[in-house]
């Protein structure tokens, strides 16, 4: 590691010496989604956009690239950095029934997903591959269907297991006609993720593949309990998602928050990862000018990094749902000035 020594001298002649290490951090990645997994190239022209997020069932045939989606091959051969979300969530598959082909000569059948998730009251609840399942080996055939393709794709990416854990089970969760509450949810998708993790590590992948776990951050004990140390140490990022939905919001506390849990909460393996933004964004609703909200995310970003903890070194801005750019221009105009900003270049 580079090193700089300083010596300082009073007037008497008395000297002193000292030696600090140092690092030159690399660029912040600024990074993208568009609603609907649509094709984001026209809004990166003209922009330091260097990241991208993807979402992707695992009931889908056609996870990568995704269905004529050869725009992403593009923009991956092209340098830009892919967070692929991989769902158990079901979505993308003609039917919810148990799905059979062949991968690489294999024959595989997988039943139809056992679990229920997201269950808040008055809503339709989700389907899931659930977590015995997977734990069973009864979705491997999901995995290596998304392998296959993926080892084709060209490029690496960084594969997160779920969009949201603690979204998933904050109303508890249901599979094979069982209910577990949060807890026992967080308990059993730790060993489901450590499974799928050690699945793809145990064959051969893409070099520069990473892996990370999804988390909205929003809950200290959910959080706490989906990052052990056992599972961190499968992981090469942290990652949480954070969105400004309250005129109080600030950049600087919202980015702050669920890093400061880690900070307080987690071992010294999770904290040696970087952190993955893979949403973050600002609800119009309560910020009409969304984009005077955007412009103070690169001083925040920057002000935590040279803050003690884990580095945050990638931001990917949500335009879909509550971080909708409206109007659309005057958003985007405004990301791509954060993103020609420090910490960014």
């Not at 959910?222 to 939905?245: C, G, I, K, S």
């Not at 119009?284 to 925040?300: C, L, R, S």
Request: proline share 6%; net charge positive; hydrophobic share 40%.
């Amino acid at each position: 590691m580079p090193q700089v020594t300083v010596t300082v001298r009073d007037r008497a002649g008395h000297a002193a010496t000292a030696t600090a290490d140092y690092r030159i951090a690399p660029p912040v990645l600024g990074g993208y989604y568009l609603a609907g997994n649509a094709d984001p190239t026209a809004d990166l022209a003209g922009g330091n956009f260097r990241s991208l997020t993807q979402y992707r069932s695992f009931a889908d045939g056609y996870v990568l690239p995704g269905y004529n989606n050869t725009w992403l091959t593009v923009l991956g051969r092209d340098g830009v950095a892919v967070n692929l979300v991989l769902e158990l969530k079901h979505y993308g598959a003609a039917g919810i029934g148990p799905q059979s082909f062949t991968v690489d000569g294999t024959g595989y059948t997988v039943p139809a997903p056992a679990m229920t998730i997201q269950q808040r009251p008055g809503t339709t609840w989700p389907r899931a591959y659930g977590y015995g399942q997977v734990l069973a080996g009864l979705c491997d055939g999901l995995f290596a269907r998304t392998l296959a393709q993926y080892r084709g794709l060209g490029f690496p990416v960084n594969i997160q297991l779920a969009s949201e854990l603690d979204t998933d089970h904050e109303f508890g969760t249901t599979e094979a006609g069982v209910a577990y509450d949060w807890a026992q949810s967080d308990a059993r998708a730790v060993q489901a993720m450590t499974y799928i993790v050690n699945w793809f590590k145990a064959r051969p992948l893409p070099a520069g593949t990473t892996f990370s776990i999804g988390s909205g951050g929003f809950d200290r004990a959910a959080w706490q309990r989906t990052h052990p140390e056992a599972l961190m140490a499968r992981l090469d990022f942290l990652q949480w998602n954070v969105y400004a939905t309250d005129p109080s919001h600030t950049a600087l506390a919202r980015f702050r928050r669920t890093r400061d849990w880690a900070v307080a909460d987690l071992g010294p393996v999770a904290l040696s990862r970087p952190v993955l933004i893979a949403e973050w964004g600002v609800r119009v609703a309560e910020f009409p000018d969304q984009a005077a909200w955007i412009a103070t995310v690169p001083a925040a970003i920057a002000r935590l990094n040279g803050e003690r903890g884990p580095r945050i070194v990638r931001t990917n801005y949500f335009n879909s749902s509550w971080g909708t750019l409206n109007p659309k221009a005057r958003g985007l105009a405004a990301l791509r000035a954060a993103y020609a900003t420090k910490p960014y270049v």
